[in-house]
């Protein structure tokens, strides 16, 4: 079968949209213009500005909160527009400034993310990109016709910019969705692993100061034991893009993912530095017999919480199911 049959059959497989968006992934044509772009955003001197413009603080990303006002300011002005009137226009050309200027930090903040994602990511994303920089634009020469008196040209060059943006937006929503770019990557883990302690080696498997990889409920775990003696051990799968920890740097009380250098505390897994906005989930240790036993920390609390509630059912289901699967 050759290939045009075969990407043929894909097409009918999936809608036209998801098809192309797939070729757009998987295009290697703009990556060295990606990779010009990465590291220009890499280079620039943002300093602790960085990991704000992540959402390092605010525990997820900040780039969709922020597009949230140049949006409702560019479809405000286009209802605006439909609408005759004098004041309405004036009110429709400030919302289209306040549009402008917002896109600003928004922009900002998508590009230092989008810097820190995997290539097929950031082919979509460049397109999203560049979607989003026409509509910018757009909107810039709707500004300039309002205030020149021209109300019919500014109305033309906002709708347009308005489909721009839609366009940027909907790509956003497939990098964001279904290409996970924003999503916590070990937010499964306290979904997937079992209450209770679970034995991962024996002390002298891990030597003290290097991270070991272990696995438990099929979740990886680092463990990393301190020249004290003390062990840490945290979801080993990072929580900004999936990155193996276990190849990280040990250092200061801490691991650095080799992926994109989010850092983490070994004691609790919280995210000293981005790009991973969220914590990395973290097991209490005990040494039993001369094995080392580990225990997600938070799940006595997560079952209070759960109790005659979805949550513990859905545990109890899970755990019912795994029973059943080990069974049978
Ligand atoms: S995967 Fe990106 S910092 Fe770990």
Partial sequence: MDSRTTSRRRVLRQNRVLWLLDRLERGPRADRVIETVRKGVRALPLGPGRDLLHGRQLGHPVHPLLVQVPVGSWLSAAVLDLRSGRSRQTEAGLLVGV??????????????D?????????????????????A???????????????????????????????????LGGHLAYRQASGANHAEEVPHVVREGWHRVGTVDEFPAGRSVRRSVDDVPVLVVRESGGRFHALAERCSHLGGPLAGGTVEDGCVRCPWHGSVFRLSDGWNVRGPATAPQ?????????????VRLRGQDRGRRAGENGHA????????????????S
């Fill in 136 to 170: 910018v634009g757009l909107y810039a020469a709707s500004l300039a016709c309002r205030l020149k008196g021209r109300a019919g040209a500014g109305r033309t060059y906002g709708y347009l910019g308005l489909t721009a943006v839609g366009l940027g937006g909907m």
């Fill in 281 to 293: 989930p973290s097991f209490e240790t005990r040494v039993v017999d001369g094995h080392v036993e």
């Fill in 114 to 134: 989008w810097a820190e994602l995997h290539r097929e990511q950031q082919r979509v994303g460049l397109v999203h990109a560049l979607a989003n920089t026409a």
């Fill in 312 to 327: 513990d059912g859905w545990r109890i289901e899970a755990e019912a199911g795994r029973a059943h699967g080990e069974g």
């Fill in 99 to 112: 549009g402008l200027a917002a896109a600003v930090p928004a922009a900002l903040a998508g590009a230092v």
